[in-house]
């Protein structure tokens, strides 16, 4: 359990004593009294250094499957009417959101009775226990930009199951049957990956950097659009690219994209550092998804300082 100072409160990633998962509460009020979520007044308790909590309360869209949500930045709508009027920013909650994917700090989540979900209480409000935020990505709804968050969860968890709103599984979703299929894809994404590495002799296509380890050389496959939820891409070479495992991370987090089919740009200024080097076929729609899903608008670095992103894009070793 991580903890530091905030509002004149202790601010908590993690459990708090004596709030197990499960325990409920009657309104928002309560949970903030109890530390679970300290602010009753918003979805996401969080900021620049991480969201510590989250609350489901029908008010954005959010997909549930218990153990894996697809949640809703906040934003971007009126308070009166409840409706969108404007884009969501990468500010307050939501950047928290996007910060506990690099630290990897979990979120309490609250369940509350209004929400779209089987999971939700009857009543009040329910937590349900810790979930890690594995990926952060930009989408649209009713026109506007918004964010949205894969929570997965790990440890205790409390679910409130609504009868006869629970979906049968289907038998291909047997424990064998998903095994079985977990490592045939596993198996050809490793065949994949070596392929483009090769094609390039293990060179990165961004800064032409070759690593070589005792074992011998290295270099990392990137997929341009991930795989499975949120983003769907296709387990093929034209969806991959030969990175070193600094622009790796660059590219992932959306720090730097690729514009133009080749045109490597540094997110936080706009400019081009690098050309891609190309020697297989790319799917340029992989590409243009990365740049509009992924990769970060200029606006979100204001908590960052500029020439310091530009050196880091250019220099990823510092």
């Not at 369940?111 to 349900?128: F, L």
């Not at 440890?155 to 049968?168: F, I, M, N, Q, T």
């Not at 599984?169 to 894809?185: G, Q």
Request: charged content about 25%; hydrophobic content about 30%; proline content about 5%.
């Amino acid at each position: 359990m991580y903890s530091v100072a905030s509002m004149g409160r202790k601010r908590t990633f993690g459990e708090i004593d004596g709030f197990p998962p499960g325990t409920t509460f009657v309104n928002r009020d309560e949970a903030n009294k109890a530390g679970v979520h300290r602010n009753p007044q918003t979805g996401i308790v969080g900021g620049k250094d991480g969201a510590e909590s989250v609350v489901l309360a029908g008010g954005y869209t959010d997909q549930d499957d218990g153990d894996v949500i697809v949640y809703t930045g906040e934003g971007g709508r009126n308070s009166n009417t409840g409706k969108r009027n404007g884009d969501q920013e990468l500010v307050r909650g939501n950047l928290g959101l996007r910060r506990n994917v690099d630290t990897e700090m979990p979120v309490r989540v609250i369940r509350g009775a209004k929400a779209d979900t089987p999971y939700s209480p009857k009543q009040g409000y329910r937590y349900s226990g810790l979930y890690r935020v594995t990926a952060a990505w930009r989408d649209t709804n009713e026109g506007w930009l918004t964010w949205r968050f894969r929570l997965e969860a790990f440890g205790e968890l409390r679910l409130d199951e609504r009868p006869g709103a629970l979906v049968p599984v289907k038998e291909i979703n047997s424990p064998v049957r998903r095994i079985e299929r977990k490592y045939l894809a596993q198996l050809r994404e490793a065949k994949l990956a070596q392929k483009v590495k090769e094609i390039y002799d293990f060179k990165c296509q961004i800064c032409v950097t070759q690593l070589v380890t005792p074992a011998g050389k290295y270099a990392e496959a990137a997929h341009i659009r991930g795989l499975g939820e949120p983003h769907n891409g296709p387990d093929e070479l034209d969806n991959l690219l030969c990175l070193c495992p600094n622009h790796h991370v660059l590219f992932d987090r959306g720090a730097i994209s690729i514009r133009n089919g080749r045109d490597v740009i540094d997110v936080a200024t706009g400019s081009q550092i690098y050309t891609l080097k190309i020697e297989h076929e790319i799917d340029i729609r992989h590409l243009d998804y990365h740049a509009k899903h992924v990769s970060y608008p200029a606006e979100s670095w204001i908590h960052y300082d500029a020439n310091k992103a530009r050196s880091l894009a250019q220099d990823p070793a510092g």
